[in-house]
């Protein structure tokens, strides 16, 4: 079993439409989860992190966290045509252990 | 800009030979975890760095090692090239929450 597992996608969204990305993770001791973007050829840039059980949100980024379930996700909301990228999850097993991360999700938001 | 450079941005070395890329910190982070990315994969974890002393090692062989200075930069240095190493590194500068990247180093190995 994989640590951070992601549809690798394409998932495809309409403009002004909610994306949805979800991850799940295999180690229950996990502490905090990120998310990156990443465009073709450039390097991931956070976009949020979370360590608390349910929603942070940040503009139209939501992250919500699931520890029972082993569980993390990203909404996007009003998707942009900006936003098709490859979305990475991350998770830390807490303090200065590695990050891990999974191998992303492709977003394309169609005009 | 996340304050942490890596350098150089492209490169391009032949089998068996040694490569040495750099990557600077951000201020207020005594971290540094460094990434292998092939193409269409997710970054893949080498080695980190938490005030001068390796602190963690993902599935890499010995030759891929490092060394991070007082002023918390990171060399990433690969002996024995092959062409599988060609890929995106990247170093990634983290206090206890946040891990920030530099804009990695494209490596090619021909």
């Known amino acids: 079993q994989k640590e951070v597992e992601q549809n690798s996608g394409p998932l495809s969204v309409p403009e002004g439409a909610i994306a949805s990305l979800n991850c799940t993770y295999s180690?229950?001791?996990?502490?905090?989860f990120f998310w990156y973007r990443q465009y073709s050829g450039k390097s991931p840039e956070l976009i949020m992190f979370?360590?608390?059980?349910g929603d942070k949100e940040d503009g139209r980024f939501t992250a919500q966290l699931n520890k029972a379930s082993q569980y993390v996700s990203l909404l996007i909301r009003d998707s942009q045509p900006s936003d098709s990228a490859t979305y990475l999850c991350?998770?830390?097993?807490?303090?200065?252990?590695?990050?891990?991360f999974g191998t992303g999700t492709k977003l394309q938001v169609i005009p | 800009e996340t304050g942490v450079t890596q350098s150089p941005t492209h490169l391009i070395k032949t089998r068996g030979q040694q490569v040495t890329l750099r990557c600077s910190s951000q201020?207020?982070?005594?971290?540094v975890s460094w990434y292998q990315q092939a193409l269409g994969q997710g970054p893949q974890f080498i080695f980190q760095?938490?005030?001068?002393?390796?602190?963690g090692r993902g599935n890499f062989p010995p030759r891929f090692s490092g060394l991070q200075f007082p002023n918390y930069s990171s060399e990433l240095n690969v002996n024995a090239l092959e062409l599988d190493d060609s890929a995106l590194y990247l170093c990634a500068s983290r206090n206890y929450t946040e891990a920030f990247f530099g804009q990695g180093t494209r490596l090619t190995v021909v």
């Open positions: 991350a998770v830390n097993s807490g303090g200065y252990q590695k990050v891990t």
């Open positions: 979370i360590y608390s059980n």
């Open positions: 201020s207020g982070h005594n971290t």
């Open positions: 760095y938490y005030r001068e002393e390796e602190n």
């Open positions: 180690d229950r001791g996990s502490q905090s």
